[in-house]
């Protein structure tokens, strides 16, 4: 859905499109990326597969070292992106197939169709409230329910209804009481052709799926949950009223994080460290000590590793704080007639002995992965991955956001696990870059 | 709705292209049946998610999500939490 009034395809009357760059990813780097360019006078076409830009960011708690509201620092920038005269924003759409034409790129844009009509809806949620039917909420991963017409989650950007139309039982109540008749079921999919000048690449990570660990029981003990749903839990647009158990609503007092789920493991084929989960795992104990000051918090922990600035501070500060910290490989876990959870693992600090230990709300620290679509962008002309499945950095100390084809530059964890001022910086390199590039192509 | 309105809607176009699935259907009736029971039950007065479950005869976990999502759509609001400090009391919003 295009979120600008400048080049918006609806106002064009053919469908191509010609842009300075094209942004995949509407996330914090893409973000970046895209005001860095736009001020500096080049023309920016966004792509967002997703409903709303603002990525993952948007959905925290806050963010670590610093306890900064997440959605405070993303919300002005998601609106500074917005708003900018050289930036057009398509959301729900979905780029194919980037070859080259001449000194540029070309590739197409598919946007589906939201079924409801941008330059009308307003963003009041009549249509949410006549919708009857409920599906998991996937901007909640699953906490709660969503309607099948809706707004899709507080802070989005553009706010405007969607229908899922594969949920929906086309009662036709959204469209009967939506006051601005926005809703317009005969929209179909609109194909764009794009001329471009750079691409740059800021798809963001996959988390892992935390059911491929199977010892673990998510999915299947309902208080086993991962590390976003206790950030959406930990939030102030969270799903729940307090931090509550899924089985029961009941408030837990004794909860357990488990470190490198899907991390560092090669049994589930990533053996790399994701780089976060230890600081945003120390980050949620401490906001858990803050919202529940009665209850216990353990992390089980491999290693770790607090590399950044004031990283370790922060660790030192989760310890005095009270955050009980083991040294053991968490090897099974099992549920209680109660819903609490028993905790089988190895204890490095006393012999590696087998030791049990019981909670009643366990969080799994899932790792990140990297994101699948990239390659499917490159059909004509692959773009080169690590060994990792990341877009390989071809010159990663003199270029870092250089990929194998040239005007093609990569930001963010597009290129491998990192935090968030580490993906605004590597957004900047890949703006500098590919504005670079496209002088040099003058 | 004017009969003018009704004959323009647009849905009755994707009714011609879409059949809707058992499973959606299913889904909605769940939630419509959810929904009035919860919110009958809670005319009687703020109730917590046990004693609802132990009203409805359902899973926990499946009177949790349900009455989480009602909180969400603001069909239900939140009571007091108890004096043992595990378990929020839900109510029909005061009017």
Redo the contacts between chains.
């Keep these: 859905m295009m979120n600008n009034n400048m080049n918006s395809p609806e106002q064009i009357s053919t469908n191509k499109l010609e842009y300075d760059v094209l942004v995949i990813g509407g996330g914090i780097a893409g973000q970046e990326a895209s005001l860095n360019l736009a001020n500096n006078g080049f023309k920016v076409l966004m792509v967002e597969k997703d409903l709303s830009i603002g990525g993952k960011m948007i959905h925290l708690s806050k963010v670590f070292p610093t306890l900064d509201c997440s959605a405070c620092i993303a919300t002005p920038k998601i609106s500074e992106t917005a708003r900018n005269p050289n930036i057009t924003i398509m959301t729900y759409s979905e780029v194919e197939d980037i070859k080259r034409n001449g000194n540029g790129l070309k590739a197409m844009v598919i946007e589906k169709p939201r079924y409801v009509k941008a330059d009308l809806c307003t963003g009041c949620p009549i249509c ?2 006549k919708c ?4 998991e ?1 996937e901007y909640n991963y699953g ?5 099948a017409a809706f707004i899709p989650f507080d802070l989005a950007s553009p706010r405007i209804a969607a229908i899922d ?8 109540a959204c ?2 009481a939506c006051p601005p008749n926005a ?4 929209m179909e999919k609109k194909e764009f052709e794009l001329s471009v000048k750079s691409v740059i690449i800021a798809t963001g990570f996959e988390l892992f799926p935390a059911e491929k660990k199977k010892e673990y029981g998510f999915g299947q003990f ?1 208080n086993v949950i991962h590390s976003m749903q206790m950030d959406r839990l930990l939030a102030p647009t969270r ?4 931090v ?8 837990p007092d004794n909860i357990a994080y488990v470190l490198c789920t899907g991390s560092r493991d090669l049994s589930v084929g990533n053996p790399i460290c994701s780089q976060i989960c230890c600081m945003y795992s120390i980050k949620q104990a401490q906001l858990l000590l803050g919202a529940l000051p ?1 209850t216990d918090v353990t992390i089980y922990y491999i290693d770790i590793r607090a590399f950044g600035k004031g990283f370790d501070e922060f660790y030192e500060q989760g310890k005095s704080m009270g955050v009980e910290f083991i040294k053991g490989k968490i090897a099974k876990i099992e549920e209680k007639e109660n ?1 609490n959870l028993t905790l089988k693992y190895e204890d490095f600090e006393n012999g590696g002995k087998t030791v049990e230990a019981d909670h009643d709300l366990v969080v799994l620290s899932v790792g990140i992965l990297p994101n699948k679509d990239v390659s499917g962008f490159f059909k004509s002309e692959p773009i080169a991955l690590d060994i990792h499945q990341y877009v390989k950095q071809e010159d990663e100390l003199m270029s870092p956001a250089k990929t194998s084809i040239e005007g093609v530059f990569v930001a963010g964890t597009s290129s491998g696990p990192m935090d968030i001022p580490d993906s605004i910086l590597s957004a900047g390199a890949a703006s500098a870059e590919a504005a670079a590039f496209i002088r040099s192509l003058k | 709705m004017t009969e003018e309105k009704k004959k323009q809607l647009t849905v009755t176009l994707m009714k011609e292209k879409r059949t809707v699935p058992d499973e959606v259907k299913e889904k909605s009736k769940k939630f419509v049946r959810m929904r009035k029971a919860i919110k009958a039950s809670l005319k009687e007065g703020p109730k917590s998610i046990p004693q609802l479950v132990e009203e409805m005869k359902l899973p926990t976990d499946v009177v949790t999500y349900y009455v989480m999502s009602l909180r969400k759509f603001g069909d239900i609001a939140v009571g007091e939490l108890d004096e043992d400090d595990e378990y929020y009391s839900y109510e029909l919003p005061k009017k």
Aim: net charge negative; proline share 7%.
């Design positions: 949410e409230e009857p039917v409920v599906v909420d906490l709660t329910g969503r309607k139309i594969e949920n929906c039982t086309l009662c036709g469209e009967r809703i317009d079921f005969s309902k799903p729940f009223n307090n509550l158990r899924p089985s029961d609503g009941r408030m009665m819903g």
